[in-house]
């Protein structure tokens, strides 16, 4: 028997707020989290872009300093976002081996690898520090929340590059049909931005150069559009089945009705221009939690701001809906966010919770030409969703040809 599967509780540090509130209430007033970085190594290393969506609060003004010294950014954001989910879902009283992290990253703890590296070759392997390996694991993060919160039922990390976390939700979602748990943290979380990242995704043509305008530089479906923002932070959410939500008494946001993973096997980098893979995994989303496409009422959009990754995305939304695609509200998010790589899809996932709960669609900021070759309904002030139920899909697509989409609803007895 098919179970239904809720989100119960956010949590999320971000470029636009340290909290699910502030992130939420920034986003909705239009607001870029783009800034530039002050940092020394800019100048000093001469990189060509002097900006990036950085975290709105600095993780060591919200942890323990004996965290900070174990844990690498990347996990310190996890585990903001997964106590603040934790204590918004009600602190859930689960037993340990029935609860489950399925968490992601598209990098992992780069930082912690190229500072050790760093110090390795100008004072030598006696000063690495010996907590090096355990923080720049790709599962560290997992590993961080599943030690605080005590939970036994599993550990898992999705590396997917920027489909990760929405891949770890649509696992989440697996994991409690399949019975393995009852309730389940999932998200991602990244923290790259380090002059070694920058510097790569500058040198392949990836990243905005509006290096005087920060604030306007990501323009998803703009006909300006040069390129994504780097962005930072985490986002979780507390999922579990509705059983176990009602036996306690939770609040719930939204219905996770299904989720899908495919890959293009076209391209390391590129996305196959004619997205039949993307597609292929929006109609599975939807139509394997029993609903059609028909039913699909917004979608919250990968939409990189990049000239190539906006008009593949199009392409696919085009395939799966045909020309009801043009009347379906869309909005890209990023554009206020900058682009959290293997943190992006949880926090847009997270969004798009939230957009259902509140009935409002968030804004996609910057969007003053339209590219006529990309005709959606964007939404580009916050828009009422109404009173009818909503179903939503929320669209992630990374390097590698990996692509994973989740579809909510609009929760109801």
Same mark, same amino acid.
């Given at each position: ?5 809720? @989100? ?7 470029? &636009? #707020? ?12 239009? =607001? %870029? ?23 709105? @609060?600095?993780?060591?003004? !919200? ?5 900070? =010294?174990r844990? *690498?950014? %990347? ?17 859930p ?14 990098i ?7 500072d ?5 070759? /100008? =004072?030598?392997?006696?000063? !690495? ?18 030690? *605080? &919160? ?5 550990e898992?990390?999705?590396? +997917?590059?920027?489909?990760? +976390?929405?891949? +770890?939700?649509?696992?989440?979602? *697996?994991?409690?049909?399949?019975g393995?748990?009852? !309730? ?24 905005? =150069? ?20 780097? #962005? ?7 999922? /579990?089945?509705? /059983? ?30 004619? #997205? ?5 995994? $929006?109609?599975?989303? @939807? ?8 039913? @699909? ?12 990754? *906006?008009?593949? /995305? ?41 957009? &259902? ?18 005709? &959606?309904? !964007? ?16 669209? %992630? ?9 989740i579809? $909510?609803?609009?929760?109801s007895?």
């Amino acid at each position: 028997m098919t179970k239904r599967i809720v @989100v119960t509780g956010i949590g999320m540090t971000s470029p &636009l #707020g340290g909290n699910t509130e502030d992130t939420w209430a920034n986003l909705l007033a239009g =607001k %870029s989290g783009a800034s530039p970085l002050e940092q020394e190594w800019v100048s000093e290393l001469g990189i060509p872009v002097t900006f990036a969506a950085q975290a709105a @609060v600095k993780a060591t003004d !919200v942890l323990e300093r004996f965290e900070t =010294k174990r844990l *690498d950014p %990347s996990s310190q954001f996890a585990l903001i976002a997964a106590r603040e989910a934790w204590l918004d879902a009600g602190t859930p009283e689960v037993d340990p081996e029935r609860l489950l992290v399925d968490w992601a990253t598209g990098i992992g703890g780069v930082w912690t690898l190229l500072d050790a590296w760093d110090t390795l070759r /100008e =004072k030598g392997p006696r000063r !690495v520090l010996p907590m090096t390996v355990p923080m720049l694991m790709p599962n560290g993060p997992a590993a961080a929340i599943g030690m *605080d &919160l005590g939970a036994r039922g599993g550990e898992r990390t999705v590396v +997917s590059a920027c489909a990760s +976390s929405t891949e +770890s939700i649509a696992n989440a979602y *697996d994991h409690l049909q399949a019975g393995l748990a009852d !309730v389940v943290v999932a998200g991602g979380s990244e923290a790259a931005i380090h002059p070694l990242p920058i510097a790569s995704f500058a040198a392949m043509q990836a990243l905005s =150069k509006r290096n005087d305008e920060p604030t306007i530089a990501s323009r998803p479906y703009d006909r300006d559009r040069d390129g994504f923002v780097l #962005g930072e932070g985490a986002a979780a959410l507390i999922i /579990e089945t509705l /059983e176990h939500a009602q036996a306690r008494g939770a609040r719930i946001y939204a219905e996770v009705i299904g989720g899908a993973v495919t890959s293009d096997a076209y391209h390391i980098t590129a996305p196959d221009p004619e #997205g039949t893979a993307a597609a292929r995994a $929006m109609r599975a989303a @939807v139509e394997n939690g029993g609903y059609t496409l028909d039913d @699909v009422s917004h979608i919250n959009a990968h939409a990189t701001s990049t000239p190539v990754g *906006d008009i593949a /995305e199009y392409n696919a939304l085009k395939a799966v809906f045909g020309d009801r695609v043009h009347e379906i509200p869309v909005t890209a998010t990023k554009g206020a966010t900058g682009h959290l790589l293997g943190g992006a899809g949880a926090i847009e996932a997270a969004f798009t919770a939230l957009a &259902l709960h509140n009935r409002v669609i968030p804004p996609t900021i910057n969007l003053d030409n339209q590219d006529p070759d990309i005709p &959606l309904d !964007v939404v580009t002030s916050p828009r009422e969703l109404g009173s009818e139920p909503v179903l939503a899909i929320s669209n %992630s697509f990374g390097f590698g040809g990996h692509n994973a989409v989740i579809a $909510m609803r609009t929760f109801s007895e």
